[in-house]
């Protein structure tokens, strides 16, 4: 079956606009998960989703970041006022259930950001 | 919050032997440990993973090993073959990784 999509593959920008970075996550996934993935450097937290509502986001780095899921499946990573220093790889990741030990987290290829 | 150290962060090995990369964690709560590979161009992939309960747990070539007293767990993979090149991470919960370690397997 599809796996976890991310629109667009590459973004390039420049500085000071605004960017939104798309996830389509596997179909009847409850949780989805955004993070931030800095070239040679594993993957950092910025927020998990269970259903429409953040369940966590306490890896949002500072507020010119915003994601959503109005609807509990297609999530949407905003950032507002683009820095040089936001550049990394965006990966999005959902499982069944979020909740529990070793729920299987399956990830998305990426949204590659470069701000100019 | 928790913190995971991963060495090391470059591993070259000859085809048929065997790969070992070493994570610490510093949460003693965390209970879950799973591995991912990731190849170029695409994000991570579960590989194996381990619950706090077991100390091994075995996967055909891949076996994973867990030290809660020292908080530390390990990636074993035996018989290596070049197809096993790509860079691995370890994480503790669901969202802390390491920063990886780039395996190359030289034929």
């Known amino acids: 079956g599809a796996g976890v999509s991310q629109t667009p593959s590459n973004k390039v920008t420049e500085k000071g606009k605004y960017v939104e970075l798309r996830c389509d996550p596997i179909?009847?996934?409850?949780?989805l998960y955004w993070y931030r993935q800095s070239l040679g450097q594993g993957p950092e937290f910025l927020i998990y989703?269970?259903?429409?509502?953040?369940a966590d986001d306490s890896g949002l780095p500072n507020d010119r970041f915003f994601a959503v899921r109005p609807e509990g499946s297609v999530s949407t990573l905003k950032i507002q006022r683009t820095e040089r220093g936001d550049s990394a790889v965006y990966l999005c990741?959902?499982?069944?259930?979020?909740w529990g030990v070793g729920d299987t987290q399956y990830f998305g290829p990426g949204t590659r950001l470069t701000v100019l | 919050g928790e913190n995971v150290e991963q060495h090391p962060s470059t591993l070259s090995v000859q085809e048929g032997d065997s790969a070992v990369i070493k994570c610490t964690y510093s949460?003693?709560?965390?209970?879950?440990f799973p591995w991912y590979k990731q190849e170029l161009g695409k994000g991570p992939q579960l590989i194996i993973d381990?619950?706090?309960?077991?100390g091994e747990k075995k996967d055909q070539r891949i076996a994973v090993t867990l030290n809660k007293t020292a908080k530390h767990f390990s990636l074993h993979i035996t018989e290596t073959q070049p197809e096993d090149s790509a860079v691995y991470f370890c994480?503790?919960?669901?969202?802390?990784f390491g920063d990886g370690t780039t395996l190359t397997v030289k034929p």
């Open positions: 989703f269970q259903g429409t509502g953040a």
């Open positions: 994480a503790a919960g669901k969202s802390t």
């Open positions: 179909s009847g996934h409850t949780a």
């Open positions: 381990i619950r706090s309960n077991v």
């Open positions: 949460d003693s709560a965390s209970n879950y």
């Open positions: 990741a959902s499982s069944l259930t979020g």
